[in-house]
Nanobody, 125 residues
């Protein structure tokens, strides 16, 4: 029902910035989230946003450095990543779920039914 494709990943030095984009097909009324997974580690929640963009939520590890936003006219969600650290190195995944809530944001990967293929982000020290 929806297809997701991430872009914008790459190699960056510590302290630098990257902007990830996730282009979504279909209707725009999906809650969106970003997750990341490093080799040998569990997939973890990074940031989420409601379908309207009225509410956002961030993992403590990225709060103050990352910003999630969406442009429903373009069916695109973004993750602006500033002050990147080597520990941010991971494959970043865009995810979507059917959610009409105005403020609730799911943080469990199992609650998201649609996923992009992922985009590698590597931060060198």
């Amino acid at each position: 029902q929806v297809q997701l494709v991430e872009s914008g990943g790459g190699l960056v030095q510590a302290g630098g910035s990257l902007r990830l984009s996730c282009a979504a097909s279909g209707r725009t009324l999906y809650a969106m989230g970003w997750f990341r997974q490093a080799p040998g580690k569990e997939r973890e929640f990074v940031a989420g946003i409601t379908w309207s963009g009225g509410s956002t939520l961030y993992a403590d590890s990225v709060k103050g450095r990352f910003t999630i936003s969406r442009d429903n006219a373009k069916n695109t969600v973004y993750l602006q990543m500033n002050s990147l650290k080597p520990e941010d190195t991971a494959v970043y995944y865009c995810a979507a779920r059917r959610g009409q809530e105005s403020s609730y944001i799911a943080t469990k990967a199992a609650l998201y039914g649609f996923w992009g293929p992922g985009s590698q982000v590597t931060v060198s020290s």
